[in-house]
């Protein structure tokens, strides 16, 4: 066997983005960003612009109206239950439409939103010079924008500091040497143009003695507080830098931030963004700590900025045989790093890009209906499992306002996660609407990745201090919500205990006499899976004993708990997403494949029977498109029954022209008409969600979802592939060759000493350790393992 050893570094390298025109459009720009601070390089004809946005940039006033008009869960509800159900829809009762569009109010204000930070332009003469086109460096996020300058080609070099909120750029020959003459003719920092009219004007603090452009925005709490002067202390400010060599003529403009440039002197300039509570956002520079724009700066931060990209791709690596879903892999990652750091605010549907109204739509917020989960599923087989600690922080941030709701709206014990949440402060529901806010689903869908953690490190400190309290949160909920009168007994015809009411994700909403409103299938799967992991995270941190009377709670609901809806269609059984549902329904989020994925309950692991009901339901499921790119294809990666060529060509459909993948229509017949405009949804904004692509490619490389290791089940083993140190559940950094039809070897570290167990691949295999050699055989190899140790197995 050949040993596995990636030059993941230079793997990456081959896959740059590149455009061979301006790219003036929003969509078409390079992405690059820290984790915090975001760019979008775009290109004119007679101009670079540079849009900047930033995680923890928002404009951070809330709509809290009606509190007192809310009513409680239970007072709804009996009101609810008088609807008849021979109505077409509980809004044809004006009492429940008021109540709607009372709840709904809130929502329909325009904040809070993250806030664009402003642009950064640089004019040049189209008479004397040419935009060509640009090139993106995934393995070290370095931008190269070529231009023809008469009868020589320069390149403009910019990138993003991974370390500081800073944009550098620096002009060079074609030789790379630095260009001795420039040839911007203007900079001009722009504040956004869709600032909210009744926010503070921006403060223009220009010093062109300093070769500086800069603005300063007051992002304020509440907007009467600002108005009257009244208490700031919450209010929060921004402010937009731009500093250029002292090299270059620097000469005032003619409009507001605006410099014209001479021709003289070597071009560099250095693009800062401060932002934080609007008293640390001071009206001064300070200059302690800034560097300055030149050569040696530039050169230094590149270099401290490619350390740490060396260290982001020495995490894992794969190298494929298939050329479009090895670059689909590395350029999402390379997304990924840009757009998520667990310092920086959890990024919200849109992440850290946006300009005008891009990255505004849905305010920008935390949709925990998979939305907001969905981007973190790649960071635990990719091996960042540091970048879900971003989502962690959300959690947290939540859990106060969750807890709060479940108490006064519900009177239950425990936390009810949010449909729909902001990364500002909350004091209750931003989305109170009964027909989406009484998503149960959502409660344990939103600390579910919380065990993964766990899972894939076996850090008992993070689930002690972490997971542990969140999860409880929802169990406490959950098995009130389920223990509740009207949720078990004579009515229902059983000895079960019911998930109602609840409302399908994305689908039919609250119906009258709650017909769809009973034990979704999504509801399900996820409900168990938050007691099983409750129950073994109770025994792993040694306390099953003081949780006793819970979990015995658990344990009778379990014992008693529905079965999954079914319905027959013409492929056989098939799951549905709540009982009595026509099979054929055109689904928006992939409810009937929810036991695959997220539930993990189905699976290659299933019986035939479940394991045929399962592809039975993936086959069956019909998507009309929008939610579904890695939901839907992750679950069919979980049952090896992923067309991959298919899956290529889906992404290619939904791929814009910076590398990304937008959400993107399949079909109408569901919520959308033959009218609807298939791509309404690509000039929202970057969407986030759908960095999880590599997800499905480790899943067709690899899976552990239930503690075995099983290697390649979704990849054609006459395809060559290989990968470097993913991650296992149980704390495992695998690494695995597969050619010429077979596996032809596998190298495991083992960081937490778990046992491992591995589906085998081959008839027999041998195992070289330190401790020495040794021969197994049968379905599932099984190993004890210390910390630290490494493995190699190949076939015998």
């Known amino acids: 066997m050949e040993a596995i050893d990636l030059d993941i570094l230079e793997r990456a390298g081959r896959h740059a983005i590149r455009y061979d025109r301006p790219a003036s459009g929003f969509f078409e720009g390079a992405l690059l960003g820290n984790g915090g601070l975001g760019a979008v390089v775009t290109t004119r004809p007679d101009a670079v612009v540079i849009h900047f946005g930033h995680n923890n940039v928002w404009d951070i006033r809330i709509a809290e109206k009606h509190q007192d008009k809310i009513g409680t869960f239970e007072h709804l509800f009996a009101r609810l239950k008088e609807i008849p159900a021979s109505y077409a829809s509980l809004s044809e009762e004006a009492w429940y439409r008021d109540y709607v569009a009372m709840t709904s109010e809130n929502y329909d204000f325009p904040y809070p939103r993250p806030m664009p930070c402003g642009s950064l332009l640089l004019g040049i003469d189209r008479r004397t010079t040419e935009v060509l086109g640009h090139k993106l460096a995934i393995e070290n996020g370095l931008c190269e924008i070529y231009f023809k300058n008469g009868g020589s080609f320069l390149t403009l070099h910019v990138f993003v500091d991974q370390q500081r909120d800073r944009l550098w750029a620096t002009l060079r020959d074609s030789e790379g040497a630095v260009a001795q003459s420039n040839i911007f003719n203007r900079a001009r920092l722009i504040p956004d143009p869709c600032t909210p009219p009744e926010l503070p004007k921006f403060q223009a603090l220009a010093d062109l003695a300093d070769h500086r452009l800069s603005f300063r925005q007051t992002l304020p709490f509440s907007l009467e507080d600002s108005v009257s002067a009244g208490n700031r202390s919450k209010d929060r400010a921004f402010r937009l830098s731009a500093r250029f060599a002292s090299s ?339 689904y928006n989020v992939p409810n009937g494949i929810t036991t695959v994925f997220p539930g993990e309950d189905h699976g290659l692991h299933s019986s035939p029977e479940e394991y045929g009901i399962a592809v039975n339901s993936y086959l069956n499921h019909r998507n009309e498109g929008g939610n579904e790119l890695v939901f839907l294809n992750l679950a069919g990666a979980r049952l090896g029954k992923l067309d991959l060529e298919r899956f290529k060509r889906q992404i290619d459909y939904c791929m814009l022209p910076n590398g990304t993948c937008t959400d993107k229509l399949l079909e109408s017949g569901g919520r959308y008409s033959d009218t609807t405009s298939f791509d309404y949804m690509g000039p929202m904004g970057i969407w986030f969600e759908n960095f999880a692509l590599p997800a499905v490619i480790n899943e067709c490389l690899m899976q552990s979802y239930n503690g075995i290791i099983r290697f390649f089940p979704n990849w054609p083993l006459d395809k060559r592939a290989e990968f470097s140190t993913l991650r296992a559940v149980g704390g495992f950094l695998v690494s695995a060759i597969a050619d010429a039809g077979k596996v032809q070897g596998i190298e495991i570290y083992s960081e937490a000493g778990s046992t491992l167990r591995i589906y085998n691949p081959w008839n027999a295999a041998t195992v070289i350790r330190t401790r020495g050699e040794e021969t197994l055989t049968g379905e599932v190899l099984a190993l004890d393992t210390d910390t630290g140790e490494k493995i190699r197995l190949i076939p015998l």
């Open 248 to 586: 270059v003529d620097f000469l005032e403009g003619v409009q507001e931030l605006e410099a014209k440039l001479g021709k003289a002197g070597e071009f560099t300039v250095c693009v800062e963004l401060e932002e934080g509570s609007e008293t640390d956002v001071s009206s001064v520079h300070k200059e302690a700590g800034s560097p300055s724009p030149d050569q040696e700066s530039f050169t230094a931060a590149f270099a401290s900025s490619g350390v740490i990209w060396e260290a982001y791709w020495s995490r894992s690596g794969v190298a494929l045989e298939d050329e479009f879903l090895e670059r689909i892999w590395y350029r999402n990652l390379y997304f990924f790093q840009c757009s998520v750091k667990p310092e920086a605010t959890c990024p919200g549907l849109f992440a850290n890009w946006s300009y005008g109204k891009i990255g505004s739509e849905w305010h920008g917020d935390y949709h925990m209906n998979y939305n907001t989960q969905q981007p973190f599923w790649l960071a635990f087989s990719s091996n960042h499992v540091d970048k879900h600690l971003a989502y962690v922080n959300m959690v947290d941030h939540v859990l106060p306002v969750s807890r709060k709701w479940a108490r006064e709206y519900y009177g239950l014990r425990g936390a009810y996660y949010p449909h729909s949440a902001y990364p500002v402060e909350m004091n209750m529901m931003p989305y109170p609407v009964p027909h989406w806010g009484w998503e149960v689903c959502e409660t344990p869908w939103t600390v579910q990745s919380l065990w993964w953690h766990y899972l894939y490190t076996m850090d008992k400190i993070f689930l002690a201090e972490r997971a542990y309290t969140p999860i409880k949160e929802a169990v406490l909920f959950m098995v009130d919500y389920m223990k509740r009168p009207d949720a078990r007994g004579e009515s229902w015809g059983d000895d079960r205990y019911h998930i109602f009411p609840t409302v399908v994700p994305e689908l039919y909403e609250l119906t009258p006499g709650f017909e769809k409103n009973r034990d979704c299938i999504v509801d399900l799967t996820l409900t168990k899976f938050l007691f099983r992991a409750f129950l073994d995270a109770c025994e792993a941190l040694g306390r099953s004993a003081e949780q006793s009377e819970l979990l015995a709670e658990i344990g009778d609901i379990l014992d008693h708990f529905p079965e999954y809806p079914t319905a027959e269609s013409e492929r056989g059984t098939v799951f549905v997403s709540v009982a009595g549902e026509d099979p054929e329904t055109v």
